[in-house]
């Protein structure tokens, strides 16, 4: 009996054994690029980085990332173009975020799946431009945004209402897919974090790219200056929360250089330039 019994125990362990195997083995291995739409010139370091001298001016890079593979064309965040933000914000070199794709060889209707790391205007407002891709946005963050917060005095800075109500719409036509919570792979090898509370419930992603594991990190670290220094964003709802996902990405990231900030022009130097305005990451 004490036979039989080892015996199943050990087949049963080489079968889960095989099937994890299988499993990675199926990963799909992705490749990670930053596209650059536009700058805007002279922004104060000290709102992006906490306790940052106000003096300081740095340019922004306006961003957003593509991750192909395994038969997607992913975006994580969708930039803007509606002409209210332009009012409020001079942005040099702007491309709206439909053209900046063409750049990398890819239609907008080709674009399957879009993550959105929160629902900032900039990151958000371009969704309805790639009209077949699927948005993955995290529950609360949805919820929040689309109810309680205009409840709340200054619950919205940041959110455009416009962007709400075309983000409901797509969720009223089937086209939008909800995360539920922290750590959790919405793709094979596409894996979504709780970020580092820049809004409600932030997220930022890993990329199960060719060398490794690549984080982009989105808003959750502006520049490359938060990490180097392990100083919060300037605009966290929870400094902390913001520092603890700093080191997490750490701990996720394969190698430093593949944590990706937000908003930093650095990005496009430090990453070869593959087409204009478009540095390959992995």
Request: proline share 5%; with cysteine; net charge negative.
């Amino acid at each position: 009996m004490l036979r039989i019994m080892f015996r199943s125990f050990f087949l049963a362990m080489a079968f889960a054994l095989s099937a994890a195997l299988s499993a990675f083995a199926q990963t799909p291995t992705y490749t990670v690029e930053a596209i650059r739409y536009g700058t805007v010139k002279d922004y104060p370091v000290a709102d992006l980085v906490a306790g940052a001298d106000k003096s300081r001016r740095s340019d922004l890079a306006m961003v957003f990332w593509l991750i192909q593979g395994g038969g997607h064309n992913i975006l994580v965040d969708a930039g803007f173009y509606r002409p209210q933000f332009f009012r409020d914000w001079k942005v040099s070199g702007f491309q709206k975020p439909s053209d900046a794709l063409r750049n990398a060889g890819l239609q907008p209707g080709e674009v399957t799946d879009i993550v959105i790391s929160h629902m900032h205007w900039d990151h958000v407002d371009g969704i309805d431009v790639f009209p077949k891709a699927r948005i993955w946005i995290q529950r609360d963050e949805y919820v929040y945004y689309t109810g309680e917060a205009w409840q709340q005095p200054d619950a919205t800075g940041g959110i455009d209402p416009g962007d709400v109500e075309t983000i409901v719409k797509a969720n009223i036509a089937g086209h939008v897919s909800f995360v539920n919570g922290d750590a959790q792979e919405i793709l094979p090898g596409i894996t979504c974090y709780i970020g580092g509370k820049h809004t409600y419930q932030s997220q930022y992603v890993s990329v199960h790219a060719k060398d490794g594991t690549v984080i982009l990190a989105s808003d959750n670290v502006y520049l490359y200056e938060n990490l180097d220094k392990h100083v919060p964003i300037a605009a966290t709802l929870d400094s902390a929360s913001n520092l603890a996902a700093q080191d997490r990405m750490r701990k996720l990231a394969t190698k430093p250089e593949f944590i990706v900030p937000g908003h930093d022009p650095a990005i496009f130097t430090r990453f070869p330039t593959i087409a204009p305005g478009i540095v390959k990451i992995d």
